[in-house]
Each structure stands twice: as structure tokens, then as C-alpha cells.
């Protein structure tokens, strides 16, 4: 079967977020996130973190791992894609007096308002996984063949 699509818009997502209702180390989260999506959530701006919200509202009361971990004195993303970042895209923070610098916490966890703590990675919270597989065309002059999408 040939499908062709010409002068046509897609537009598809860019990215997902999945809540998963099953407690894990950060560790543990982070790899189940991997081998099933893209990597644990990760949160650019205040619009993401308002859509990462609704994702997951009324699915947990608790916390809930995010992506985020402290890389030797300094807040970094799991996920490392150079090119899934824009300019400032690293630096949203959504802290909720937090970091405190207590000893051993180098996770983040985000509670069902979206606030931010920091942790020890060996605690056990549901997680958020992103999902970035999903493919973004704007504008495309395109055809489908063999299930392949070709620009």
C-alpha cells in the first residue's frame, strides 16, 4: 500500500510524558525509562512543567521521580541530547526550598503541584518517563512508502 501526502501539515508531538504508578530508585527509574522511552521526564520551561502537571494530575498524590540529578555540585538532565535542548532550555528549576544541601541527596522528585526536592537516588517513588521518539513535520512536501516518512 502507497500512501502519498502532497502541500500537507503534520504535526506531531514532540515529546510525551509518562507516568508509571510503580515505586523505583532513581537508578531503577532511569533505566526502566530508557529501555521503554527516551529517559526519565525532563522539563524545559514553566509550559512544560504545566503540561507534565496535567499529564499526570489526579494519577498520584506522592512523589514522583523527574530526570534531574546533582552531577557533582551541579543540577544536570539525565537525558544529554545536545540537540533536545534550545538556548536556557537546561536551566528551568522549579525548586521548592530546595536544594538544602543535605548529604547524599542527589535525585529530584517533583510532588502532584510540581515542586521540587531534591532526595537520596536509593529512595523508592513512582517516576515520570519522556518519550521523545515521536516525530515533529511542519509543512512537509512528502510521501509514505512502506511505512517510511521521506522529506
Known amino acids: 500500500m502507497i500512501l502519498r ?3 500537507s501539515t503534520y504535526i506531531f508531538p514532540t515529546g510525551r510524558y509518562h507516568f508509571v504508578n510503580e515505586s523505583k530508585t532513581w537508578t531503577e ?3 526502566y525509562c530508557r529501555q521503554n522511552y527516551t ?6 520551561n514553566m509550559e512544560e512543567m504545566n503540561r507534565l502537571i496535567n499529564t499526570v494530575n489526579g494519577t ?3 512523589s514522583a521521580w523527574i530526570g534531574m540529578y546533582d552531577d557533582v555540585n551541579s543540577w544536570r538532565w539525565s537525558l544529554e541530547d545536545n540537540d533536545f535542548y534550545q538556548e536556557g ?10 536544594p538544602n544541601k543535605r ?3 542527589l535525585c ?10 531534591d532526595s537520596s537516588c536509593d529512595n523508592y517513588y513512582t517516576f515520570v518517563c519522556y518519550d521523545g521518539k515521536t516525530l515533529q513535520v511542519k509543512n512537509c512536501h512528502c510521501m509514505k512508502l512502506d511505512q517510511k516518512l521521506i522529506n
Do not use: C, K, P
Open 29 to 31: 527509574a532511569q533505566r
Open 89 to 98: 532550555e537546561r536551566d528551568f528549576r522549579n525548586w521548592y526550598h530546595e
Open 103 to 105: 548529604v547524599n541527596e
Open 39 to 44: 529517559d526519565l521526564a525532563t522539563i524545559d
Open 60 to 62: 498520584y498524590n506522592d
Open 108 to 117: 529530584v522528585y517533583m510532588d502532584s503541584n510540581g515542586n521540587w526536592f
Open 5 to 7: 501526502y502532497i502541500t
